[in-house]
């Protein structure tokens, strides 16, 4: 008994365990990383949706983008070429955004979770922005020149939006990209009332117009319409969320995740739907349409009369 506790107390020699021991021994904290990775700040189901939803998209756009490049190539289209680029770099910042959800309330990470969260909050604003500037030009949008409006206009307002955040964030010290536990700002949440109501009032403007005798000014597609009412509804809530939340109620502060969550979900797949799939849908029909042409001159469809 006295040499097998000698052998043990020697320093540096190995201990072989059988497999069949019941001894567990650490194998390091990667599950508990990976577990709080997923469960930390907003919980599993919150961080799950952001993650699948916005990793799903990334990969459809990945599968369409041979087809996508060869269509935008043969359209030569300035517009939806720039705008089909963007939405890539929103998306992948979108995509890094949802991943790092724990970064919110990690210690030591907020300044890094500010500059994310306001590169890709205002990344998809352009979006929103250019989409709307588009719509307010009517029927007359095509070329250069346009491009240069659309994406002008656009710029100017998101960047007037990133300087105000910015003087928020890292001149008066307000969290506005920190929402845990953070109820009864003052400050930060009429910030956020300011924006959906300006927003809101915007997109009720255009359901405004396509009710009203200047529809004929706004370009002649009900997916525009359908998005316009969908964004109004949304930011509408929102807008209700904040108000609430400034008030320190408690559902005003789920109310106002909820309608985070389907924005950094479903509002890329949405800009998708209704800017650039009927773009491509277009350019298939109009290739169905001529080869039909084709064959119809070539006397194909005449024993159909017949």
């Not at 169905?288 to 001159?297: C, G, Q």
Request: glycine letters at 8%.
């Amino acid at each position: 008994m006295r040499d097998l506790q000698e052998i043990v107390s020697q320093p540096g020699l190995p201990i072989p365990i059988s497999q069949g021991s019941n001894l567990t021994l650490p194998v390091g904290d990667s599950g508990p990383r990976l577990y709080g990775w997923l469960t930390e700040c907003h919980g599993f189901w919150h961080n799950a949706t952001l993650i699948v939803a916005s990793l799903l998209f990334v990969l459809y756009l990945g599968l369409q983008a041979r087809q996508s490049l060869s269509k935008l190539s043969h359209g030569r289209s300035y517009i939806m070429i720039a705008y089909y680029a963007c939405l890539w770099v929103v998306s992948l910042l979108n995509l890094g955004w949802c991943l790092f959800q724990a970064w919110e309330c990690t210690p030591g990470k907020e300044m890094v979770w500010n500059f994310l969260s306001l590169f890709t909050t205002s990344g998809m604003l352009f979006l929103e922005v250019s989409l709307l500037a588009f719509l307010f030009q009517g029927n007359s949008v095509n070329g250069l020149d346009a491009l240069t409006r659309t994406f002008g206009v656009s710029g100017l307002v998101v960047g007037l939006d990133i300087v105000l955040k910015a003087i928020y964030l890292f001149g008066f010290g307000i969290p506005l990209f920190i929402d845990s536990n953070d109820q009864t700002h003052k400050m930060k949440w009429g910030l956020w009332v300011v924006h959906k109501l300006v927003l809101t009032a915007i997109y009720g403007s255009i359901l405004f117009m396509y009710n009203s005798k200047w529809r004929e000014r706004l370009p002649a597609r009900p997916a525009f319409y359908k998005y316009t009412a969908i964004m109004f509804s949304v930011n509408a809530l929102s807008l209700f969320a904040c108000g609430l939340t400034g008030n320190g109620a408690g559902f005003g502060f789920w109310l106002y995740g909820a309608t985070v969550v389907c924005y950094h979900a479903f509002y890329l797949p949405l800009i998708y739907v209704t800017f650039l799939a009927d773009f491509f849908l277009e350019e298939n029909l109009n290739l169905e349409n001529a080869y039909y042409s084709e064959m119809k001159d070539a006397g194909f469809f005449d024993a159909d009369w017949e």
